[in-house]
């Protein structure tokens, strides 16, 4: 019978000198999407013998952001694991929705051993067996950790090479954009918006894809058109620099990259990707976190902002 080991961290505490000493050739499953070293920035890792075996975008360095990703993600590894594993749990966070996500990774797991690193503030009763406390080493300082990242995004775009989607062929997920039904632009220019605009209708909402600053009025009147209570906007230029991932119909993800561009007049989206073209994308999968092209971070969009 397999030997799991869950590990229950925290944001200032560092996990990597147990793991050299202590993983040996066990498979490790890092469901943290902020550690570089593990080569899981932006996503969630089955990794063997050191090497990434399978994998899953979240398009964040905060796991809470795709917190039923990370289960998902999590469920798939388990049917892909040999023999003993760790399971690195993301860094605990004195918040609900922390909490919960860390209870139901050990639910999915049932671990035959929960190490928790001291001063972790986690709950030690709820747990499928009685978490261990363990001493750890602290965690980089902000700006080793920075640099780092920034050194795993430049070899993300030297990998990438350009890719051109047509956005009718293919569903996207991770965004506000694509739950509905795209309404006909001749529709919008009756209206009076703009000739760029677009937008998007789906249960009673109205999203509208514009970077133009739209008067009270008009947005009124569209409201009124479609028969919506409310109205969401989406920035076509906020869409760039995004970190993305293509992926198949079955789910699994084979291109990790960044959106240049979306021109929705064309339905059309540039990305650099670690795919090879042509590929065969089915699904795109866009995260929250934007990325400039020198490496550095601009910042997560707020959730379902596009």
């Not at 995260?287 to 959730?303: D, I, M, Q, T, V």
């Amino acid at each position: 019978m397999a030997h799991n080991t869950l590990l229950v961290g925290s944001p200032d505490a560092s996990w990597r000198e147990w793991l050299k000493r202590e993983l040996g050739d066990r498979d490790l499953v890092c469901l943290d999407p902020d550690q570089s070293d593990l080569d899981s920035l932006g996503r969630v890792v089955l990794r063997r013998q050191g090497k990434v075996k399978a994998w899953r975008f979240i398009g964040s360095l905060d796991a809470l952001r795709a917190p039923h990703v990370v289960l998902a993600a999590l469920i798939g590894f388990l049917g892909k694991v040999q023999g003993d594993t760790v399971v690195l749990a993301p860094a605990y966070k004195a918040t609900p929705i922390s909490r919960h996500l860390a209870t139901l990774i050990a639910q999915v797991v049932q671990p035959s051993q929960i190490l928790m690193a001291e001063g972790c503030t986690a709950p030690k009763i709820g747990w499928p067996i009685g978490p261990e406390s363990v001493a750890l080493e602290p965690g980089f300082p902000p700006v080793v950790v920075g640099a780092q990242r920034r050194a795993h995004w430049l070899k993300l775009f030297e990998q990438s090479e350009t890719h051109v989607i047509e956005l009718d062929r293919v569903a996207l997920e991770g965004t506000r954009l694509g739950t509905g039904e795209w309404v006909d632009p001749e529709v919008l220019r009756g209206i009076g918006l703009p000739a760029t605009a677009r937008a998007e209708t789906a249960g009673g909402h109205l999203v509208l894809v514009t970077d133009d600053d739209l008067d009270d009025d008009l947005v009124g009147r569209a409201m009124d058109h479609f028969h919506c209570a409310r109205v969401f906007f989406v920035r076509p230029s906020d869409l760039s620099g995004l970190l993305c991932s293509f992926a198949r119909d079955s789910g699994e993800d084979f291109g990790m990259g960044v959106v240049e561009s979306v021109d929705f007049g064309a339905r059309r989206v540039k990305v650099h990707s670690t795919a090879v073209a042509p590929a065969p994308v089915r699904i795109l999968r866009l995260g929250s976190l934007r990325l400039y092209g020198n490496g550095a971070e601009a910042g997560e969009l707020k959730p379902w902002q596009v």
